[in-house]
């Protein structure tokens, strides 16, 4: 399914009330067709109004947040205490708001070394889906000004990953390693939806959707849903750059 479904609204605040619409509206048909919702979610800064808007009313009270299973799309190599931690920004937005059971909830654990951490986080996930061919109901995604997603960084080896799991990254631009779900895992999810808005990212939507496909330079060119669903939910001023596809 590689056709994207846009979703493009004037302000940030619209695409966040509409992502957090289909976050609800999947997290409900996945708990009434199997009994859990699993969901990974992106980090660095685009996502955290959107976990302060599921965490508030209306949104808080249309989803059953005990059948709500978190995992992470890709996490900085820090402490969870760190600022840069992408569990510490889903703890303070949304687990703690939502009293959200430790049980519930799947980080990737920082503590051991990058490989290690990456082979454990690939044990968690397999573990949890168990035999089933489908993963992931929801991938939350953003999309770096250089056109990355998770961790999926221009020019690493993981781009060429074929394995299903979480893989170490060494980014050399930030000079720190990143863990980060590999394209092939994302691609099985059922549905998967990039949360983009802001002018310092309609270059990189632009390359992404509509440039001839060169993952190494536009890695989230990778991210098509063998079956699932592909939606870009986009601000006008993320979307200046690409007509409505
Ligand atoms: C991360 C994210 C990463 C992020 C992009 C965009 O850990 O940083 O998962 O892929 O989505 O870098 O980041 P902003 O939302 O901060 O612009």
Redesign the pocket.
């Known amino acids: 399914n590689n056709n994207p479904q846009l979703h493009i609204y004037p302000t940030p605040d619209e695409v966040l009330a509409s992502l957090a619409d289909y976050f609800v509206e999947l997290a409900n048909q996945a708990i009434a067709t199997h009994g859990r919702f699993s969901v990974a979610l ?6 955290k109004k959107l976990y302060e808007l599921l965490a508030s009313s209306p949104y808080r009270s249309r989803v059953i947040w005990e059948k709500v299973d978190f995992f992470f ?4 190599y820090v402490p969870h205490t760190d600022p840069e931690s ?1 569990y510490l920004l889903a703890k303070k937005t949304l687990f703690a708001p939502l009293h959200i059971a430790s049980a519930q909830v799947f980080a990737v654990d920082t503590a051991l070394s990058p490989a290690e951490a990456a082979r454990r986080y690939t044990q968690t996930i397999e573990h949890y889906f168990g035999s089933k061919k489908a993963r992931f109901d929801l991938v939350l ?5 250089n056109s ?4 999926l960084f221009p020019h690493t080896t993981v781009l060429q990953e074929a394995g299903v799991g979480a893989k170490e990254v060494f980014v050399e631009e930030k000079q720190a390693y ?1 863990i980060t779900l590999t394209a092939p895992l994302i691609n099985q999810a059922q549905a998967v939806a990039f949360l983009v808005y802001g002018t310092d ?1 309609a270059a990189a939507v632009q390359r992404v959707l509509t440039k001839e496909r060169n993952v190494k330079e536009f890695p989230a060119q990778l991210i098509a849903p063998a079956s699932g669903e592909l939606h870009w939910f986009l601000d006008a001023d993320a979307a200046a750059e690409v007509q409505k596809l």
């Open positions: 992106s980090g660095g800064n685009s996502p799309g890709d996490e900085r992408n995604l953003g999309l770096g000004d990355h997603t998770a961790s990143r990212k």
